[in-house]
């Protein structure tokens, strides 16, 4: 099993902060997505990223796919209290669906 | 509405009952797939299905089983369920490739006595 880490796993933030989370593994991925999870609820796909060097923006939210592919982040700007959730990337190795790996995860909090 | 629906979304039981968590998608999916999210752990995938009668092993395959004689549904079971099951489940369906967005249920909480 491939192992993809997370950092940091908790940050608590005002309204108003900008934060970065990592995602970084030891293996190139074929392809790397990033969901968002909210209490009782399932995780629902932010952003896909293929390319190495590729960067994405959804509004406040930027997206960056490492040159070697063996990482990614996720950047907020002016965090708001509605980005509060768990944040996962999850990388693919093998250029299927079926071995989608997670990652453990970073739980936002942000305050106001 | 796009969906994909799990029952029941919570649950108790005691060692060794058979249960069943049932997991229904409405996006003629050929993917769908189990995971188990445990805190620390992230998310593990249980078992996978590419296709109609087609199901393999994922990480974290051990005291489960599945079948997929539907392209809707992917049940899992729990033959003799232990307290190590305690979790939270989430079963997804998609596209065969990585690149297309998983779909998630709303997750079953399970907790073995």
């Known amino acids: 099993t491939q192992l993809l880490e997370q950092s940091p796993q908790f940050l608590s933030i005002q309204e108003g902060e900008n934060l970065t989370v990592y995602c970084n593994s030891s293996s190139v991925f074929s392809s790397l997505q990033w969901y968002r999870q909210e209490p009782g609820e399932g995780p629902v796909l932010l952003v896909t990223?293929?390319?190495?060097?590729e960067v994405k923006k959804l509004k406040r939210l930027t997206f960056q796919f490492g040159d070697a592919r063996k990482d990614s982040s996720l950047h907020i700007t002016a965090a708001q209290p509605g980005d509060t959730g768990l944040y996962l990337c999850?990388?693919?190795?093998?250029?299927?669906?079926?071995?989608?790996?997670f990652g453990t995860g970073t739980r936002l909090q942000v305050t106001l | 509405e796009a969906q994909v629906t799990q029952n029941p979304r919570y649950l108790i039981t005691v060692t060794g009952k058979k249960l069943t968590v049932t997991c229904s998608q409405n996006m003629n999916h050929e993917y769908m797939s189990w995971y188990r999210q445990d805190p620390g752990l992230g998310l593990r995938q249980i078992y996978y299905s590419m296709n109609v009668e087609v199901t393999d092993k994922g990480d974290v395959p051990e005291g489960y089983k599945v079948s997929r004689k539907e392209k809707r549904n992917f049940p899992l079971i729990l033959e003799s369920p232990s307290p190590n099951q305690t979790s939270l489940y989430f079963c997804a369906s998609g596209t065969r490739y990585s690149t297309g967005e998983l779909f998630f249920g709303e997750g079953s909480r399970l907790t073995v006595l």
């Open positions: 990223v293929v390319t190495g060097g």
């Open positions: 999850a990388g693919d190795y093998t250029g299927t669906a079926s071995k989608l790996t």
